[in-house]
């Protein structure tokens, strides 16, 4: 890039700005394809595990949307397998979208815990809850992504709304 503009002639100042503001929307383009790829596998997973990650996911959750988390994990000191790990964080992540962009509500509750080789996960927001027939339809893109990751890990899932008074999630994750 910077070859390029060594060779912009200097008397077209306007071919300067407009190769100056693309050389600004790559780098930006590029910065946020940094963001989107860690939100879909952070570090911190690889590094610290799948508590210290819902930890801190959930923090900036609330930080940002203004939602209060509460967070309840226990979990076995053992790592779990890494694409289980991931199939829940990316769960947890999308069911949070979801209160932020439809619950209308003002506390989610994430709990996970482990017993007996099963992974039991369970996040409920105090909003609005979601309808029937939105579980099912195809066009609800966050739920239908909650519901490939449970079936990627041979979950069972179960998403309850009650209208008024929030939406349950529930899976059973075989630990393998």
Request: aromatic share 4%; proline share 3%.
């Amino acid at each position: 890039m910077v070859w390029i503009e060594r060779y912009l002639p200097d008397a077209n100042s306007s071919l300067k700005t407009r190769y100056k503001a693309m050389c600004c929307l790559i780098d930006d383009s590029l910065d946020r394809i940094r963001e989107i790829s860690a939100g879909l596998r952070p570090g911190i997973l690889d590094d610290m595990g799948l508590t210290a990650t819902i930890e801190w996911y959930t923090s900036e959750f609330q930080r940002r949307s203004g939602v209060e988390c509460i967070v309840l994990l226990d979990l076995p000191e053992k790592r779990l397998q890494d694409h289980i790990e991931t199939g829940i964080y990316r769960i947890v992540q999308e069911a949070l979208t979801n209160v932020a962009r439809h619950a209308k509500a003002s506390v989610v509750t994430v709990q996970i815990k482990e017993d007996a080789g099963t992974i039991f996960l369970q996040i409920a927001d105090n909003g609005t809850g979601i309808d029937a027939a939105k579980v099912q339809s195809p066009l609800s893109t966050g739920i239908s992504g909650i519901q490939e990751r449970a079936e990627i890990l041979s979950a069972t899932l179960q998403i309850k709304g009650i209208p008024g008074k929030g939406t349950q999630i529930n899976l059973r994750i075989p630990a393998r």
